[in-house]
């Protein structure tokens, strides 16, 4: 669903004091988690399941899975579903499909008009282009709309708010412009596209439109499709404005529960996570002539784009009247699921997914991601035959319904949520593939994991390991000095952490299955999201053409199963997890420190007469509000919960190599691993997060403001960036209780394995 790869620098480069052991496995025979004999056999069957995967078959599952547009409801996302499932049982799985009824609105009506200071009438279409053969597929293909906008007719003056998150707003304010009654537009990007709506309401918007500037994925970046890659004039993103950040992402209509056919729905009045005003994205070429006819101030620098006009921010003469109507209605989600057995602890499940529903065509998302999941598939089926026999089950998923809001993992989760809790090991997913480097975000205790299966998988491009192809490319766009040297001896990369947008916020953030996201890219701009133009053509011309990295993807994904699926002890290592927990400590300290000092300079200069002194009369400036300087916080019970849970996870990894080393005795083993695969469930809280009860995760969530990107001890973080300290002093004694059970479990395992080593 969405686009991740620019978030690998924010999160890349963050300084850590406390390492782990040596997590390496470079030249080391011993795979974590397995004992060295073990070892040995996972790496035969692993270098047979590497040679599996085949470019070409890539090829023709993408040209077969995008050859019609497959949104939810239409005819070919279940023609999609029953080949998939056909696949997976021709490979040898036991695969069935899954059946969920979900409230997905598509469009009845759209108008947007300019009614003054001169007419014009948006053409909110895409055309098709004689040399895409997909493009001219009008009779299937779904109008431009943010799914889950509500029905509206409204007409007012038109205010240009930038990206539409919380800090333009503060500048407006300043700038002594109101939204209040007024529908506001805003360029796409900076955030989730479902805060925009959701921010503007805030602020008293009536209606809010959303367009791609040429700046973010236009010509400013490349020549447009199809001469280039990039988005073209009347090219569209469409996608959801669920208020899922703030409520639940899913079916609105059965919140926490399964969308099954008899599931007790909620009337549409009552769905908490519909977005609160009417919302339509537009290209470009739509926005063009309604930003020309701002006038009022001039808007900031940071906030004008690439369009041959003069930015104003509004509002002046112009009236602009928006009207959408949807049908409502529900319509059926198709996710396929597939099973391998495990031989010996059968009851412990790896779950892998990755979405098949799409906007359009989808070429690039879903199917790019798709595609390897079905040569996984293929490959493990194979080796299954073979004789490879994971001590596991693995299940594989192709989820529908993940671009209105996640539908098809929620609701699948949501169904299956006890068994999850009692038998989920991790989750993989994937959500789309390009060329380049490996992105992984996860849950910080399959840090040691990925960075082991990186090490072992070839980049096709440069010839060294994709794990040490993104070192390198995060050592060369590292902030500073000392966030270079951090890199460069810390023996493991860091997994960003998960945000959301696409289908593990269900595995992580409410039931609290350890979870990752996985995927390639970084070196191929692409300006066609969620557009008709997202289609074979485009992808088999400007990504990654050959395909040699979706065969990348498919080995890095394929071995990281395989691995969770073997492991002797399963392979979670928590001094990663100490560290990440660390770090967000040290985060949340200077955030509110660098509050405190923004907060009293700014006071200073309004006592001082400073505003006034350098207001230009002719531009004038509202001067900000004198604020309350922010209270300390005690971070203490954090800290010493951080100190817990550090000291347990040494104690757990010299405990572990003392055992893998020794003769294990498997039955023992498996009694650990029940145990073990509890331990990401700790990190919840059962009542979840401040005014938001669905995301129980305490460590890890998708921001308030921010949506797809996340927030880390969002009860801490985001109490502060909301100013509300008291509620930051409430949470960080529910953070350190989560992260204090943890080391507390941790530090029993630990003992155990202690007594394993010693034979007793
Ligand atoms: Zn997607």
């Not at 791609?212 to 890659?229: A, H, I, L, R």
């Not at 991601?369 to 089950?393: C, D, F, M, N, Y």
């Not at 100490?578 to 955030?591: I, M, P, Q, R, T």
């Not at 927030?711 to 008291?726: A, M, Q, W």
Request: proline share 7%; glycine share 8%; aromatic share 10%.
């Amino acid at each position: 669903m969405r686009r991740l790869f620019a978030v690998m620098l924010m999160f890349g480069t963050v300084s850590s004091q406390c390492f782990g052991q040596s997590a390496s496995s470079a030249g080391n025979d011993s795979l974590l988690g397995f004992t060295g004999q073990s070892s040995a056999q996972e790496r035969q069957w692993e270098g047979k399941y590497k040679s599996i995967p085949d470019p070409k078959l890539l090829w023709d599952y993408m040209q077969r899975l995008s050859a019609r547009p497959h949104h939810v409801g239409s005819p070919y996302d279940k023609d999609n579903a029953e080949w998939i499932l056909a696949q997976l049982q021709s490979w040898g799985w036991d695969a069935k499909i899954e059946q969920f009824d979900v409230l997905f609105p598509t469009p009845k009506s759209r108008l947007l008009e300019m009614t003054a200071p001169t007419p014009f009438t948006a053409k909110l279409e895409e055309p098709a282009l004689a040399i895409d053969p997909t493009s001219n597929q009008k009779s299937e293909q779904l109008p431009t709309y943010n799914a889950y906008s509500p029905d509206g007719d409204v007409t007012a003056p038109l205010v240009f708010v930038n990206y539409g998150i919380p800090a333009d707003y503060e500048e407006l304010e300043r700038l002594g412009v109101s939204v209040k009654g007024a529908i506001v537009i805003a360029k796409y990007g900076h955030s989730w596209r479902g805060v925009k709506p959701r921010v503007a309401w805030e602020h008293g918007a009536i209606g809010c439109l959303i367009y791609s500037d040429p700046q973010d994925d236009g010509y400013f970046e490349d020549k447009t499709f199809p001469e280039g890659p990039m988005r073209p004039t009347e090219g569209v993103q469409r996608g959801s404005v669920m208020d899922f950040p703030h409520s639940y992402p899913g079916d609105p209509l059965t919140p926490g529960i399964g969308a099954t056919k008899d599931a007790k729905r909620l009337d549409i009045k009552d769905a908490k996570n519909l977005a609160p005003i009417p919302t339509l994205p537009i290209s470009y070429g739509d926005a063009t002539p309604l930003l020309k006819a701002l006038t009022g101030p001039v808007a900031p620098e940071s906030w004008r784009g690439s369009l041959p006009i003069t930015y104003h921010v509004g509002p002046g003469a112009s009236k602009v009247h928006l009207a959408v109507t949807f049908d409502w209605k529900i319509r059926p989600v198709y996710d396929v699921i597939g099973r391998i057995q495990g031989s010996s602890e059968a009851d412990e499940w790896v779950v892998r997914g990755n979405h098949h529903d799409a906007w359009v065509n989808g070429a690039e998302d879903p199917v790019s991601g798709q595609v390897s999941l079905l040569e996984e598939a293929r490959a493990l089926g194979t080796i299954h035959k073979q004789g490879w026999q994971p001590r596991r089950t693995i299940i594989y998923a192709a989820w529908d319904g993940e671009e209105p809001m996640l539908l098809g993992s929620t609701e699948w989760a949501e169904t299956h949520a006890v068994e999850l809790q009692q038998h989920g090991v991790a989750y993989v997913n994937t959500d789309g593939n390009g060329r380049g480097f490996l992105y992984a975000e996860g849950a910080h205790s399959l840090e040691a994991l990925v960075n082991g299966v990186a090490r072992d998988v070839q980049d096709p491009e440069a010839g060294i390991s994709v794990w040490q192809r993104s070192e390198d490319y995060r050592i060369h766009n590292a902030k500073d000095a000392e966030a270079r040297q951090a890199i460069r001896t810390r023996p493991d990369w860091k997994l960003m952490p998960l945000g959301s947008g696409t289908d593990y916020t269900v595995f992580e953030h409410h039931l609290g299955v350890a979870s990752l996201n996985l995927g390639f890219g970084g070196e191929d701009k692409g300006g066609i999201y969620h557009s008709i133009y997202d289609d074979f053509y485009w992808y088999t011309h400007f990504s990654d053409t050959d395909f040699v990295y979706g065969k990348a993807l498919a080995q890095t994904v394929g071995l990281t199963v395989m691995r969770l699926a073997d492991a002797d002890v399963l392979p979670y290592r928590f001094s990663n997890l100490s560290d990440a927990v660390n770090d967000y400590l040290k985060e949340v300290h200077e955030l509110l420190k660098q509050k405190q000092e923004k907060i009293k300079e700014q006071n200073r200069e309004l006592e001082d007469g400073v505003y006034k002194a350098i207001n230009d009369p002719r531009r004038p400036k509202v001067p900000p509000k004198q604020e309350p300087v922010p209270p300390y916080v005690n971070f203490a019970p954090l800290q010493n919960a951080a100190d817990a849970l550090a000291k347990s996870a040494e104690h757990y990894n010299k405990a572990l190599t003392a055992v893998m080393k020794g003769n294990v005795d498997p039955a023992k083993l498996g009694a650990l691993n029940d145990k073990l695969l509890t331990s990401e469930r700790l990190l919840l809280n059962p009542d979840g997060l401040p005014s938001r009860p669905y995301y129980k995760h305490m460590l890890y969530a998708p921001g308030l403001y921010s949506g797809y990107a996340p927030k880390t001890v969002s009860g801490i973080r985001e109490s502060i960036e909301l100013k509300d300290y008291p509620l930051a002093e409430h949470e960080v004694p529910r953070v350190a209780k989560a992260v204090n059970d943890e080391a507390i479990f941790v530090e029993q395992v630990a003992t155990e394995l202690d007594k394993m080593a010693a034979g007793k």
